[in-house]
């Protein structure tokens, strides 16, 4: 469990979603630990490694993971990183992304997107809102549309309680002249400098050509008056979220790799061995 202190640091520094635990708690049921300058979360016998200091220097990210795998024992562990120091064999799968960062304050917006913004703001409202059913119903609707990994599922359907645990996390919704809800978002703002924009849902039957980008928008001039210097775009995960990125001034941040490894505990005959 961490301290007031830990927390503190914590959001002081975080400049990467799994910095978040309120938002890793949340999604994972997973109990957050400081070790070395890294995050790392535990459930049952799975440790999840944030291989990202606070301090956004590198150096002691080895130390750190050997240091939870020591206190904390898992069976299996998940790992993401800027780059694997791992050996291959001890790892069972691995996956590579980039984060995404947006400098604030906005610089000038592309003449197409501004057009697009302004088309949606004709028939559309932006307001601070409430998880309800509304927004439960889309969450589904997503899931049902598109091919997802149980993973991303579990993490969407639990969103409900992430932003009731949250004390920074704002829901930024799209709603038409009848109340109909069109688009939803989540940004999250309790770090120092950083926002992350976090989760995007559309309406597969109510969104209005450009609801992302006026969203993105309000996103962004809500991040700036609380005055965060830069917002955190997440991963690019494909061309269509890079793509949409990239246009209103995105650039890649850091890197991200990710894999699993399968380990057995140290047993008591294994310690004495060591000794």
Known sequence: ????RELNLIYDRAYIPEHLPDYVEAISSAEAHL???????TKNNHLIFVGYPLSNTEGNIARAYESALKHFNPVT???IAPRLWLEDKACRSEGKDNYYRLELPLKTIDPEVSYMMRRAARELKIEVGTFGRDHKRLIRDFIKKHEITPEHEGIF?????YLKRSGHARLLEARKDNNTLSAFTVVELGSADYAFYLFNFRSPKESVPGVSDLLFYEMARLSQSE???????GLGINSGNRRFKEKWGGTIFVSYTSTMVNRQPLNMDTLLNKL
């Not at 070790?35 to 979360?41: I, Q």
């Not at 359907?157 to 309680?161: A, D, G, I, P, S």
């Open 1 to 4: 469990m961490l301290s007031n």
């Open 35 to 41: 070790h070395d300058d890294c995050l790392c979360y």
């Open 77 to 79: 562990v998940s790992v």
């Open 157 to 161: 359907t639990r969103l409900h309680q």
């Open 227 to 233: 005055g965060k210097g830069a917002i955190n775009l």
